[in-house]
């Protein structure tokens, strides 16, 4: 838990548990992994919060349909399969919420009063289309009309399937007098919504205006009782999205725990979501949490969609892919680098086995992993594995060293604007000057005469001290492969864990000590036909 400094605090969504994840889910987790493991190698206080979305009617129909109780439902699929997908890749979360939990219901109800209380809720009566899939009240100018199967009837544009009618009475939040307030935070704190286009899409639909918010439903019975009306439940996305205050200790006494938890990590510094569920964040979130008084959150980021034929890959559509398939082929670090590095980060892109494949074997290993094995193997046969001290650099090694400052500027730069491609772009181009230094200074040749005993010296140092700034700086985004890394080239011995490295510092030359025994390990990137089915 964190102590009194403000840590840097990311959640992702928390998934609907009707299934299991697909590399959709995947996406926002490992993205929400990658930054916060980028954060705390900055020396930074973080908190990394992910879970499951219990509640509603998607769930709870999908339970019947298998004919259990919803409870049993999700228990089930929270323990056999989104728990064991972050494992699957390698997210090191220190939170795990669940909307059943007992410290979120409780703290959800004792929040809904207090806006009851302060006059933010009232009775009125709802009239109008519901998306199942959305979990969402749509308006009419919202849908489209259906074709073959759905003709005549008015689907949703993002599920494809036709909306129900609900008409009931229940209680509503007074969502529509913030619009304005929300307007006006949102064009004096442009990065409060991110990419671009997501703050414009934000901006515009509040100039539209806002309408009040029904957020109680009385057909169903699976959600959290409304405190003071137990014949209604709380509409899921209002105890959804209070999951990333509940987790923290929302509402707790001064002097307890929660209390002091909540004092140290809120408000959230981003909330990553896919761009379908943008104006939930970016619109009633941060309204309920005026309305309580709390701080907003510094942002939230919107990523585009992973697609299958040009369309959004989705559960109901049969066309999820589960990580598994992916990782159990390339591994867990070539998954996390390939979708962060292939898709610009707020940007749709389309998964394809041909380009992951192209992009393993020449990002992967033949780039990095190649540079990887040679370097153990040189020092290994031509300094008895023994790091030789580097004595004059020439130009070559000083182009080297500047570009690596500027590497670790760039990739720290890019990596705080979440715009991970760019970061693993300019770290790309380090390994790539790195190759082509192996290339051009040619220890091999060096090692032919002994006249170049100090050169090959100083050649094979910079290969090696290169490779330390590079683990340290792919650590975050491929936890494992760097690990190992770092063992090969002794770093563990002399420098202690590659997870404590302080990542803005990997740019400084000469780190890694003269005499460190260098060892060739397992291959980090084996190729594909090594280990093709
Ligand atoms: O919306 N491409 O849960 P959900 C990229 N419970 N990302 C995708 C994706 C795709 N094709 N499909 C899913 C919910 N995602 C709510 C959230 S938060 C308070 C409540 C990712 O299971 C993306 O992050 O439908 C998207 O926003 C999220 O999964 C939706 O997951």
Known sequence: MPGTEKAFYLTTPIYYVNDAPHIGHAYTTTAGDVLTRWHRQRGEKVWFLTGVDEHGQKVMRTAEANGVAPQEWADRLVESAWLPVLETI?????????TTSTRHTERVQKFLQGLKD?????????????????????????????????????????????????????????????????LAHYEANPLAVQPQSAHNEVTSFLRGGLTDLSISRSTFDWGIPVPWDPSQVV???????????????????PGT?????????????????????????AVIWPAMLMAAGLALPGQV????WLLVGGEKMSKSKLTGIAPS????????????????????????????????????????????????????????????????????????????????????????????????????????SFVDAVNLYVT??????????????????????????????????????????????????GAEASLGPIGAQVVTDAGRWGQLPVGTTITKGAILFPRLEETAD
Not at 138 to 145: A, M, Q, R, S, T
Not at 154 to 182: M, Q
Not at 407 to 428: I, N, P, Q, S
Request: glycine share 10%; net charge negative.
């Open 118 to 182: 302060k006059g933010e809720i009232y009775e009125g009566s709802y009239d109008g289309p519901y998306c199942v899939g959305c979990e969402e009240f749509k308006l009419p100018g919202d849908l489209l009309d259906g074709e073959g199967e759905y003709a005549g009837q008015k689907v949703c544009p993002i599920h494809g399937k036709p909306v129900e009618t609900v008409s009931e009475t229940n209680w509503f939040f007074r969502l529509s007098a913030y619009g304005d307030a929300l």
């Open 301 to 304: 980021f919107a990523h585009g």
């Open 325 to 428: 398939q992916i990782v159990d082929h390339f591994g867990s670090d070539a998954f996390r680098y390939y979708f962060l590095r292939a898709i610009q980060f707020g940007s749709d892109g389309s998964f394809s086995w041909e380009d992951m494949s192209a992009r393993y074997t020449s990002e992967l290993a033949n780039g990095l992993g190649n540079l990887a094995s040679r370097a153990p193997a040189m020092v290994a046969k031509y300094r008895d594995g023994l790091l030789p001290e580097p004595t004059a650099y020439g130009e070559a090694e000083e182009t080297l060293q500047a570009l690596l400052v500027a590497t670790v500027a760039t990739a720290d730069e890019c990596m705080l604007r979440l715009d991970f491609a760019g970061g693993l772009g300019a770290m790309k």
């Open 90 to 98: 390698d997210a090191v979360n220190d939170d795990f919420i669940r």
């Open 440 to 489: 051009e200074q040619a220890p091999w040749a060096l090692a032919k005469d002994p006249a170049n005993d100090e050169r090959l010296s100083t050649v094979l140092y910079t290969i090696c001290e290169s490779l330390r700034a590079i683990a340290v700086l792919h650590h975050a985004v491929m936890p494992k492969a760097t690990a190992s890394l770092w063992e090969q080239i």
């Open 235 to 253: 509409y899921v996305w209002f105890d959804a999205l209070l999951n990333y205050a509940t987790a923290v200790g929302l509402g707790d006494e």
């Open 257 to 281: 725990p929660g209390a002091e938890q909540f004092a140290a990590t809120w408000p959230a510094d981003v909330h990553l979501v896919g761009k379908d569920i943008l104006r939930f964040h």
